[in-house]
């Protein structure tokens, strides 16, 4: 054995053992050499980002719940100290050192190259696999960040860009159906952030009252029955009539639990965005899961394969592995029988696989994502909701987030701050909010609005940093 013995283990060993490093380590094991270069951009790597935290030395990565708590005041302070710092941080004049202290705008500087290096060079490797983006706080990250983030992470869950500079030209990329597994918005303190925002979060959650289109983005061959032998082998004629290897699923028919007839993509393998995908289905179709997939295989493979101002209740690389690591993957993954992925991190709140990327590079929904329902009708999954401190928002962006069959699953809305609505733009949006939990429900204490009884009260009476129409009193 030579002294790079380690490079000689298994591919899924070596990932097992980089799932055990923080983001810093595992950048520099990216410089190793290709191979570690190309295991370090596995997608179950990455799948929550805290770029801000990870900026100031913070190295976690697990799912947003643990650390979802409010910063303290002191905290806030500093960001706010480094806010200010970039502001008089001009880039072509490099640093004015009369403006900001020296640390400030070191860590200024240090939270914007990684949030740059995060967009130019790792987002377009992983960010298919991406369901967390943290970016609460950030004194440096932009609308154009932000937006060109969006584009690469359309299996966002969970997003948080808590008290940013961020404006409405952040969500540009959001189209119809963009983001349909976001459960959770933060926008608490995005001053900037207008009614426009709330319409294209609407869109992009998708349209409960249309007919879904199971594959958006995938390319259907047919969807009418196949013969058993195709099923089978997993090798499906396209429009040409040419025999192409494909991924079959079947869902079940609108309005009845039978199957529906089968609908068929195109599955290359150099397109598939992350090697964990492919696992994943690997994995389902060995535990015989075959509500959503009866045959799979890969061409050129063997086919084996609480707020700090809260008050009292109201009324008070893809993944460019080698082929042969591709088959490696899904015959160890099936021989699993499923778990965490290589990286032996959490998965929890990424329920479902990531789908199949296909041959026209957009996620298809096969067997039903979260945001997926029975025959892959979408069912807006957002649950939590803070606009807190948006002073422009009005009764009409409130109204576009209740259009498109409303918000089924919200429930925790913080309205705090929103100056300009009213009682009927609130009581319009709460009507399309079933799930709505009153606890959980705040708006300003001076509206009389619905559930005005057992809703909360504004959060942002003694915030000093974020809009109320009592601040000062
Ligand atoms: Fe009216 Fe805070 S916005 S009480």
């Known amino acids: 054995r030579g002294p790079d013995h380690v490079s000689q283990l298994p591919p899924e060993t070596l990932l097992r053992l980089l799932g055990y490093l923080g983001p810093a380590d595992l950048c520099r094991c990216s410089q190793v050499c290709r191979r570690w270069a190309a295991l370090t951009r596995t997608g179950t790597l990455w799948r929550h980002l805290y770029p801000v935290r990870w900026a100031t030395g913070d190295s976690y990565q697990g799912p947003p719940g643990e650390v979802d708590q ?10 706010q100290h480094e806010g200010r710092a970039y502001q008089h941080w001009d880039e072509d004049a490099d640093i004015d050192e009369s403006e900001g202290s020296p640390w400030a705008l070191a860590a200024v500087r240090r939270e914007k190259a990684l949030l740059k290096g995060l967009g ?4 377009p490797a992983v960010g298919v696999s991406v369901r967390s983006l943290v970016l609460a706080y950030s004194s440096t990250v932009s609308s154009k960040m932000v937006r060109q983030m969006l584009s690469l992470c359309p299996g966002l869950s969970h997003l ?4 940013t500079d961020i404006s409405d030209s952040a969500f540009d990329c959001w189209s119809l159906g963009a983001s349909p597994r976001l459960q959770h918005l933060d926008l608490s303190g995005c001053g900037k952030i207008s009614d426009q925002t709330l319409r294209k979060l609407s869109v992009a959650l998708g349209n409960l009252s249309a007919p879904q289109v199971p594959g958006r983005g995938g390319r259907l061959l047919r969807s009418a029955p196949l013969p058993v032998a195709a099923l089978l082998d997993g090798r499906v004629p396209d429009a040409a009539g040419r025999k192409r290897q494909a991924i079959v699923f079947r869902a079940p028919a609108p309005g009845g639990p039978a199957p529906g007839p089968p609908r068929v993509w195109l599955l290359d393998p150099l397109e598939l965005a992350d090697i964990e995908d492919a696992a994943e289905w690997g994995r389902r179709r060995a535990g015989g899961d075959t509500r ?14 609480s707020c700090c101002c809260r008050r009292s209740r109201r009324r008070a690389h893809r993944t460019a592995l080698s082929a042969s690591f591709l088959q490696h993957r899904l015959s160890a993954a099936a021989a699993a029988g499923g778990g965490d992925g290589p990286g ?20 298809c929904p096969p067997g039903g994502p979260p945001s997926q329902g029975p025959g892959g009708t979408c069912t807006r999954p957002l649950r939590f909701l803070s606009l807190s401190g ?14 498109r069959g409303g918000l089924p699953s919200l429930e925790h809305l913080n309205l705090s701050g929103c100056l300009l609505v009213t009682e009927v733009g609130l009581q319009e949006l709460v009507s399309a909010c079933p799930a709505l939990n009153d606890e959980h429900f705040y708006y300003c204490d001076n509206i009389d609005g619905p559930h005005a009884d057992t809703a909360s009260g504004c959060q942002n009476l003694q915030c000093g940093f974020r809009a109320c129409c009592r601040s000062g009193e």
């Open 344 to 363: 032996g991190r959490d998965s929890s709140c990424c329920s479902g696989p990531a789908a199949p990327r296909t041959k026209n590079g957009g996620p």
């Open 70 to 79: 409010e910063p303290n005041e002191e905290w806030v302070r500093s960001r």
């Open 292 to 305: 959503g997939l009866t045959g799979a295989s890969l061409e050129g493979g063997s086919s084996s394969t």
């Open 120 to 123: 130019y060079h790792l987002l």
């Open 390 to 403: 948006c002073h422009q928002v009005t009764d009409a962006g409130l109204r576009a987030l209740s259009q």
């Open 160 to 163: 948080d860009l808590t008290q």
